[in-house]
């Protein structure tokens, strides 16, 4: 299946090509990104990637009264090509990351999406501080940044979605989708239950199992 991954920047340029290759490896075919108005070097960045065709992006201003995520999301979701069959809806400060040495992405979701009832699947959060850094370093992201809170940690509770884009009518907020027809389900294959309080995005469980989503909120 061909993988994407799907995301809004801003500022993001110390450590963007970090991201990307990381994903690369994994084995994820490209990115559509949407720049909100970087003024870091990102947006010559991406536009270099994109000659490369690395990366497809285009500009995402800020709209009056609204957060420019979703307006971008929809962007995404109108224009993807019918090729790619799942796009990763993730951060750039969010890392995919296969729980097992031996576990590859496109594996692990061709398993999960050979069902053809499935549209979505949910994966957790785990969240990661500052590893006591004060003040920015050096180095990779996912070098410098090594310490995370434990699994039962409340905020683990939220996901991230990966999802067959023709099946998406949009998305009620960045991290849970609004799906035309078909399953939404939990990374152990299991029909998704949401958090009895606080419903969109938010799972009844926190499992890491297949693979998670890292996530380095200070970094």
């Known amino acids: 299946m061909r993988i994407y991954i799907a995301a809004i920047i801003k500022d993001e340029c110390s450590s963007l090509l970090e991201w990307i290759a ?12 949407a720049d909100n108005g970087s003024r870091d070097g990102s947006r010559e960045l991406l536009s270099s990637l994109a ?65 053809e009832s499935v549209s979505a699947i949910a994966l957790n959060w785990s969240n990661f501080g500052s590893s006591g850094e004060l003040f920015a370093e050096e180095g990779l992201v996912i070098e410098r940044f090594t310490y995370r809170a434990p699994q039962s940690f409340n ?49 009844a469980d926190v499992i890491w199992s297949g693979v998670r989503v890292n996530h380095y909120a200070v970094k």
């Open 22 to 33: 990381y994903h690369r490896v994994l084995g994820v075919d490209g990115f559509i990104i």
């Open 51 to 115: 000659r490369l065709d690395i990366v497809t992006t285009f500009d995402q201003p800020t709209l009056v009264n609204q957060k420019p995520q979703l307006p971008a999301y929809e962007h995404i979701l109108r224009s993807c090509p019918r090729d790619i069959d799942l796009l990763a809806f993730i951060d750039a400060d969010e890392f995919l990351l296969p729980l097992k040495s031996d576990t590859k992405l496109s594996d692990f979701f061709s398993e999960k999406f050979q069902d």
């Open 155 to 203: 905020v683990h509770h939220n996901f991230k979605s990966v999802v067959k884009p023709e099946r998406v009518n949009r998305f009620h907020n960045p991290h849970y989708a609004d799906l035309r027809s078909g399953r939404y389900i939990d990374v152990l294959g299991r029909d998704l239950v949401l958090h009895p309080r606080y419903g969109n995005g938010v799972s």
